[in-house]
């Protein structure tokens, strides 16, 4: 009989506790389990592209004058005005395995920006970014933050898509769109 009590009160007190996964990890199970795939990415590029069709797509786009060459040998640029309506910048260049993208590195910045510009401070930039993002794949990012607190990023999954915004330095915010499949295998 006393055991049967031990059993039960065990069993409650497993079923009253509250999880220890955080608003991060239960998002990624529910999508992840949801068996839902999601490869947009912008201007017709997208995750599980092979580099050939992702060059095709930017030389096009090149033509056109909305893609031009970054700053440095391996980035694509483009300008943009933000929904603030600032104008800046966004490059990107995505990262291949087995010749297909899987994550997608991009970098924002406002044009003109100067350390004492408030209106143009990097908190803004992030807000603008999420915002832009909102616009392109739907809200739901949520804030995540590393155990020693030195990190702060806004996170969204929809499927096997996983979409981060954090700070890269004081004048720019980076985003990493990846695909979690391919990811969860190379780490």
């Known amino acids: 009989m006393t055991n049967r009590w031990y059993l ?4 409650l007190i497993l079923i009253t506790q509250p999880s220890c996964k955080s608003d991060y ?3 990624e199970e529910q999508e992840l389990s949801s068996g839902k795939t999601v490869k947009e990415l912008f201007f017709g590029v997208e995750l599980g592209m092979s ?5 095709e797509i930017c030389w096009t786009l090149n033509k056109e004058g909305v893609l031009t060459n970054g700053p440095t040998e391996l980035s694509v640029e ?17 990262q291949f395995e087995a ?7 991009l970098e924002f910045t406002y044009d003109g920006w100067s350390h004492w510009n408030k209106e143009l401070a990097l908190e803004v930039l ?3 970014v999420i915002q832009l993002f909102e616009n392109w794949y739907g809200e739901g990012f949520i804030e995540v933050i590393n155990e020693d607190k030195s990190q702060i990023a806004f996170v969204k ?3 096997s898509r996983r979409i981060r915004v954090f700070k890269k330095t004081i004048a720019s915010v980076r985003a990493a769109i990846s695909y979690i499949p391919v ?3 190379l780490s």
């Open 8 to 11: 039960l009160l065990v069993s």
């Open 25 to 27: 990890q239960k998002m």
């Open 51 to 55: 580099q050939k069709q992702f060059f």
């Open 78 to 94: 483009h300008s943009l005005v933000f929904p603030s309506g600032t104008p800046g910048k966004m490059r990107f260049y995505p």
């Open 99 to 105: 010749d297909k993208i899987y994550l997608m590195p």
């Open 126 to 128: 992030k807000a603008d």
């Open 157 to 159: 999954m929809d499927g």
């Open 183 to 185: 990811q969860k295998k």
